[in-house]
Every structure is written in structure tokens, then in C-alpha cells.
């Protein structure tokens, strides 16, 4: 049986922080301002670029498809490239947020969360008078197919760990693995600093597309055959570590802290957010429990 996770506030930001940068499809500037905000309102973006200004919170419900990245609508209103800023709140247990932005989609930086870390400690994180109400897996629950899959089970500790298998075959990438809990210690040194990455081939394609055509290899990892273009890696195995990255943001979807051991084997975004609307269903009839 999952152990019962100590009690702990719900938290938000003490002030607000700020980032700036370029999204790496639209190659429009972004200012995202993080704020703090209520008790039990999770994480919601606003588009402050619109007339009047419009929300959209940063739940399942509101995934679309997209591809290489996470996005979310809500009415006339959608944000894009929110995994990266998901993925650093959650990482640091920060449950409740309210994220201003003046552009559809968020920057990229430099292909990390690290920028978003920085920002949420700037700010500085406190706690708030209501506890949180993980959602904690019971049963294991996979969604994805032979090739590429993802599954949640009962978790090993009062938290969330994951173990990503990434196989791209022979390679520069080849196959990596990485296995850990995601803990605010763990997030910062072992996660916040990975990159996306991308091949010289796939961004050929975008480039042709009219896509990425101010991204650079500054800006995230491009991979030829003999391995990265100008730039080192900061890990050998920096790519599952993003996967990593990736996957803390899009399971914070659920809209509340995810007390599970997950695992997965080339997953993607899309597979990530259909694991969360399985397990959000499941609660929801009482399939699965909540444990406070």
C-alpha cells in the first residue's frame, strides 16, 4: 500500500518575479510575470496581451494537441511551451500561481527550466493557510502502446519519482535512463539545468516550415551524427534528464501534487497528458484515493 504523505500547507509565491524571452516557434518576445495567488487556485496562465485579458488554467482538461510541446486553451484564449515553467513550479512544490504573459507562447530560454527556477526563488516561496489534497495512485494505470508508453503506480515515497527510458537507437542520443525522486533538492540539481534537444534534420524540417527561425544552437541542443553543435553537454545523459523535465511539468496537469512512481519508455507529451486525464477520471469516481 502507498505510504501516507505527511501534511504539508499548500504554497505560493511571497512576490512577484519576472522573465523575459523568445518563443522558439513564433520567435516572439514573451514577458511572463509569476505571481502569487490564492489558496486553491493552482497554476493559472493569463493572457495579458489580450482585450480584455483572458485565463486559462493550466489543467488537463484544457491540453490540445500540438506538437513537440504542451498546450493549453481555454475559449478564444490559448498558451503554448508551458511545460518548461510547469514543470519548475512543480519541481519546487509550488501549488499555487498565477502567470501573466504578454505573448501565446512561453520562451524557450536556453532549452532548460533553470530560468524559471531562478525566477520562483527570487520571488521566494511560502506557505498557505490549507493543506494540500495530493492525488495518490493506488493502482497502476499505463496508457501508449508497445513502442512507447507511460504508466503510474503506488508510489515508493510520499511523493513523485519517475524512471524514463529514452532509446533513439544508434547515435549521438542512443539510449539513456534515468531514475529519481523529484524532490525540490533533486529538481534543482539534477533536473532544472537539462535542455531540449532536437536534430540537425528536424530543424532543417521546422526551419522549411517557416518555424524556429531565430532558434540557435544557444538556445537549445542540436544534434548532428558526430554528436552536439556548438555546445557541450552539461550531462551525458542531458536528454532523458529532459524528458525528465518535461514529464514533472505535463503531470502537474493534474492540478495537484501527483504522489506516484511513474515510468516511462519514449514519451512524449502527448502520452504524459493522456496518463494524467486517466488518473484525473479515475479519482474523480473514487477508482483511485486521496489522501491528505
Known sequence: MPRTPPERPQRTLRTAAVVHGRGYWSGRENRVELRPAAVGSGVVFVRGDLDPPSSVPAVVGAVVEARNRTKIVRGSASVHLIEHVMS??????????????????????DGSSRDFVAAIERAG??????????????ENVRVGDAACWIEAGPPRFPGLSIDYMLDYGPGPIGRQQLDIDVTPDAYRAELCDARTFISVDDAARLRAAGLGATVSPGDLVVF????????ALRWPDECVRHKVLDAVGDLALAGRPLHAHVRAHRSGHALNAGLVRELVARDATRWLGRTA
Open 125 to 138: 516561496i511560502v506557505g498557505q493557510e490549507a493543506a494540500v489534497i495530493p492525488l495518490t495512485v493506488r
Open 224 to 231: 548532428a551524427a558526430e554528436g552536439p553543435v556548438g555546445t
Open 88 to 109: 519548475a513550479l512543480a519541481g519546487l512544490g509550488v501549488d499555487n500561481c498565477t502567470i501573466v504573459v504578454s505573448a501565446e507562447e512561453l520562451p524557450g530560454m
